[in-house]
């Protein structure tokens, strides 16, 4: 780093440029590092602490998210849960059958007296109980199906919106940290590792539909994207403002 700076560029770099510009930077590397921040906190949030609670990690909740939870369907998981409890454990294996043969309709009516039974007092319009109701079997299908994690549209939907705001996002501060002191290695290194990490990040939402280890492709990219995002935040307002020298104008 040291032998990096040492000589003096043959280039207007940062630290020469004038305040208005450096204020300007200054700016919007912050805005966009506070904007990051609240990405994570988003993240974390939506996909993470929901799953804190059964002990789940990090790596399990990007798997549930985008390969899904395919041996479990939601009703099996209530039933495990405290919905098992309105049930004798008789007919808790009856609904376990059901589910594990494919939740049919033909076999509906072996189970129907059971939700009339031992649901329906809760779930059902007449109850008032602000949950859904699954007196029909139309109404415990939605249920049944499996989770097969986030649907293609709606990730053809994320991945666009994603790849068109990042490569703005990494478009400006990149812009800005090219003109940094540091070595043109490492500042090419810098610039192009927030894209490499993108891609690696947004194809392993795709690849974790297929296959679930690569969950850890997506924490991997995740991760290398906001390290070189942070390198070059600090990195350019370091040279901006704690590199002393007179600044002249740009
Ligand atoms: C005493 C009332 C009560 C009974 C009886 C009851 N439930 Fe529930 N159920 C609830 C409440 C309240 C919720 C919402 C809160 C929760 O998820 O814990 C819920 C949630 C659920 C959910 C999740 C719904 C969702 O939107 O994710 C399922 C599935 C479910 N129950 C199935 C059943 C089944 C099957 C039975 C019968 C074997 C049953 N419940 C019996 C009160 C009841």
Known sequence: MRAALAQTPDRPTLRDISIPMKVLFSCLLLTLGLGYLFAILY???VDIEPHGGEGEGFVVAVVNKYYGQRGETQLGAALQGAMGDTVTPAEKERL??????????????????IFKNSCAMCHSAESGMPIPPLSRYEEVAVYTTVDMGQSIKSLVRVSHVHLFGMSFIFFLSGGIFAMSRVNVRWRVLLIAMPFISIWVDIGSWWFTKFAPVFAYTV???GVLMGLSLLGQILI??????FLAEAPKSF
């Open 236 to 241: 350019s307002l370091w040279e901006m403002w």
């Open 219 to 221: 924490i991997v990219g």
């Open 96 to 113: 376990f059958q059901w589910i594990k043969k494919g939740a049919r309709i033909d076999d509906y009516e072996e189970v129907a007296p």
């Open 43 to 45: 993240l974390y949030l």
